[in-house]
């Protein structure tokens, strides 16, 4: 399984941004997707999760009513919708794919709320 995510960049405060993520290969066993975030010196956190469904999805407490997560209806892809973005969303943005015990990572995309 392949994963890739795209749209990260600079945005300033209060502002928004999307990023997508497509898994590829072997992907019809995949159960779940997610979005996990990095910032410099810290560790790796979960930032929201959802089912290949879309019947389940969760959140992390600091991006609740901020950030929406979304599976296309391919359910190798899924979205991140980022509004009210604040300077502690800043990290470089990894998403996952979930295959039985194994989980896939893409390479990451950064993501910086600067003014």
């Known amino acids: 399984v392949q994963v890739v995510e795209s749209g990260g960049g600079l945005v300033q405060p209060g502002g928004s941004l999307r990023l997508s993520c497509a898994a590829s290969g072997s992907i019809s066993s995949i159960a779940a997707m997610g979005w996990y975030r990095q910032a410099p010196g810290k560790q790796r956190e979960l930032v929201a999760h959802?089912?290949?469904?879309?019947?389940?999805?969760n959140y992390a407490d600091s991006v609740k009513g901020r950030f929406t997560i979304s599976r296309a209806n391919a359910k190798n892809t899924v979205y991140l919708q980022m509004n009210s973005l604040k300077p502690e969303d800043t990290a470089v943005y990894f998403c996952?794919?979930?295959?039985?015990?194994?989980?896939?990572w893409g390479q990451g995309t950064q993501v910086t709320v600067s003014s």
């Open positions: 996952s794919a979930q295959r039985g015990a194994i989980v896939y």
């Open positions: 959802i089912t290949t469904t879309g019947s389940i999805t």
